[in-house]
């Protein structure tokens, strides 16, 4: 073991200084493991309730209150691989708990990892000010237009060094872990020039080797029109494709690329002409959608079958029904519209209409500087009208559904991560329930307890 150990800690020599270095070592002392090193044998038994979320795809429509309940549960992981689970004693009946790390769930819940589907984790500076403004009644928008907003990050981001990005980035990523989260998407968009864009990228590339937590990552160049090319978006997109979308491709620093459609930011004509180009460099596609007013994101992202589309609060009713046959999952950020004073958006009538709905916090540092995961679920739960099963439903299997993970996190089955979180409480119900604090006691990614809230 011990050698393996020193083998990782040579990897970091990857790294391009000595504090790039030093950050490295210390998380993987602090973990105790290294993306799939040092994985524990582990057996969880006795759970109150097992709350698998069963499914390898997302969860449309009706489908999402179905979250498989085992009462009296237990799961079996090895080698961070969940190996099998059911009821406690059909489980012990068949594996020797001396072979294993145990933890004995009485009384406990235990759930998969959440999957936070939308953020913008990597950023400097804050925008504390601009919060202050909107209390007293400016709008979004009229933030934007006098230079506040995503530009006013820019600056800020781009003065910031790599290791400072990283520093930021591995103490937002280890307060998700006490929230629950084991899968995270993360999203570019605060350089809006190909040096800065790229350097975002390569941190949580770089963050994603080193944190217990997955990132998917997502290039976002085209969240705003910087000041270099004011009064020239079309110029702005031809730079995007032309200059900085071949060389993500070419680094291999995105799986997504999402655009900001909407009213003073990119139309729906630019943002397909961006999204077709994206395509064709194998990037997958997601979209910031009829957030300030309907402009026809949603229909734009059931034309192209875009993987999600996001925030969605004033989303048409045709749209709606679009994204739902085409499949498109939507992705909702309760928390956003929150902090904004806008209508949520409405996820009754989606789930309703057919649709899958994931849930995101969108942590930033402008619109929404929280990626409180009990405070998203109660706004899911009290004012969408969402049942505590669809809100989890929301949280695992759907939001692994919409960073294209479904397939190997978001629910308690035999062949994927063993990615668990344990509650406090002996039910998810005691997410709405105990309302806007955080329940999770332990937090396991991969068959290692990554957490453990005192």
């Known amino acids: 073991m011990l050698n393996r150990y020193l083998i990782i800690l040579d990897l970091s020599c990857f790294f391009i ?5 030093n950050i490295f070592e210390k998380f993987v002392i602090k973990y105790k493991c290294y993306k799939g090193v040092f994985m524990s044998n582990l057996l969880i038994k006795n759970a109150n309730e097992l709350v698998t979320c069963s499914g390898k795809t997302a969860k449309y429509g009706k489908e999402m209150s179905d979250i498989h309940v085992i009462e009296d549960g237990a799961v079996v992981i090895e080698d961070g691989i969940i190996k099998d689970l059911g009821k406690t004693a059909d489980i012990l009946s068949k594996y020797d708990e001396k072979k294993y790390e145990v933890i004995d769930a009485k009384g406990k819940a235990v759930l998969p990892g959440f999957v936070d ?15 202050s403004w909107r209390l007293r009644g400016d709008s979004y928008m009229d933030i934007m237009n006098r230079g506040g907003g995503i530009v006013s990050s820019v600056t800020a981001t781009r003065e910031a060094s790599e290791e400072e990005l990283i520093e930021r980035g591995l103490e937002r990523l280890d307060s998700m872990l006490a929230f629950g989260v084991t899968s995270v ?12 864009e790229l350097k975002q990228l390569r941190v949580m590339k770089k963050l994603n080797e080193i944190h217990p937590i997955d990132i998917s990552i997502t290039f976002m160049g085209a969240h705003a029109t910087p000041k270099e090319f004011a009064g020239r978006t079309d110029d702005y997109v031809d730079f995007i494709i032309d200059e900085v979308l071949p060389e993500v491709a070419k680094e291999n620093l995105a799986e997504f690329f999402d655009v ?8 729906v004509e630019q943002s397909r002409k961006m999204y077709l180009k994206a395509k064709e460099y194998g990037l997958k596609l997601k979209i910031h959608a009829d957030e300030i007013v309907q402009l026809g994101g949603a229909e734009l992202a059931a034309e192209l079958g875009l993987v999600s589309a996001d925030h969605l609060l004033h989303a ?3 749209g709606i029904k679009a994204m739902a046959e085409k499949k498109v999952i939507s992705t909702l950020l309760p928390t956003t519209a929150f902090c904004l004073k806008e209508p949520f958006a409405r996820a009754r009538m989606m789930i309703d209409s057919g649709s899958a709905v994931a849930l995101g916090t969108d942590f930033n540092p402008g619109s929404n500087f929280t990626n409180s995961i ?7 739960s009290i004012y969408m009208n969402m049942s505590p099963e669809e809100a989890v439903t929301a949280m695992t299997i759907n939001g692994a559904a919409a960073v294209d993970r479904a397939d190997k996190v978001g629910s308690i089955d035999i062949g994927k991560k063993g990615d668990i979180v344990i509650l ?30 005192k």
Do not use: W
């Open 260 to 267: 900001f459609c909407e009213q003073n930011v990119f139309s």
């Open 185 to 196: 998407e993360g999203k570019s968009g605060y350089g809006l020039d190909k040096e800065t």
């Open 424 to 453: 406090k409480y002996p039910s998810f119900r005691f997410l709405p329930y105990h309302t806007g604090v955080n329940i999770v006691e332990k937090t396991i990614k991969e068959g290692k307890v990554v957490r453990e809230n």
């Open 17 to 21: 200084n000595d504090e790039c270095k």
């Open 316 to 318: 048409s009713d045709q």
């Open 374 to 380: 009990p405070l998203m679920f109660a706004l899911a």
């Open 117 to 131: 589907s939308h953020t913008h984790f990597v950023f400097g500076g804050y925008r504390a000010d601009e919060f």
